[in-house]
C-alpha cells in the first residue's frame, strides 16, 4: 500500500502558475504509474494528466495540454504537475493517483489516492 499526499496548491491570478506535488510513503513508488484528477465545485472528477512509471508515458487531457507538464523524480518519491498560464476554469480540487499495474484517464484505473489539495485561480 502507498499513501500520496498532494501539495502545492493555493490563490493565483489568471495566468500564473503553480507546481503541485505528489509524494509517495514508499520508495517503490518508482514502480507506480501516477494520474492527476481535478475535481470542481457541483462537477465530476476528471481525468488530467498520467504518467508511467518510468515516463515513457505521458498522457494529458486535451484542455490542459501545452499549459500543464507531468513529470517525476523517483529519487524523491515524487510526482509532479507543473501548471502554467492557468484560467478560472482550472479551479478545482487537485488529486493525485497512483496504480501499480494500470494507467488511464479513468478513476478506477487507480488504487491509491492522496486527499487533494485545493487550486483557485481568480479571473
Known amino acids: 500500500q502507498v499513501q500520496l499526499v498532494e501539495s502545492g496548491g493555493g490563490l493565483v491570478q489568471a495566468g500564473g502558475s503553480l507546481r503541485l506535488s505528489c509524494a509517495a510513503s514508499?520508495?517503490?513508488?518508482?514502480?507506480?504509474?501516477v494520474g492527476w484528477f481535478r475535481q470542481a465545485p457541483g462537477k465530476e472528477r476528471e481525468f488530467v494528466a498520467a504518467?508511467?512509471?518510468?515516463?515513457?508515458?505521458?498522457d494529458y487531457q486535451d484542455s490542459v495540454k501545452g499549459r500543464f507538464t507531468i513529470s517525476r523524480d523517483n529519487a524523491k518519491n515524487t510526482v509532479y504537475l507543473q501548471m502554467n498560464s492557468l484560467k478560472p476554469e482550472d479551479t478545482a480540487v487537485y488529486y493525485c493517483?497512483?496504480?501499480?499495474?494500470?494507467?488511464?484517464?479513468?478513476?478506477?484505473?487507480?488504487?491509491?489516492w492522496g486527499q487533494g489539495t485545493q487550486v483557485t485561480v481568480s479571473s
Open positions: 504518467i508511467s512509471w518510468g515516463g515513457g508515458r505521458i
Open positions: 493517483a497512483a496504480d501499480r499495474q494500470r494507467i488511464g484517464a479513468l478513476s478506477k484505473d487507480y488504487d491509491y
Open positions: 514508499r520508495r517503490t513508488f518508482s514502480s507506480y504509474n
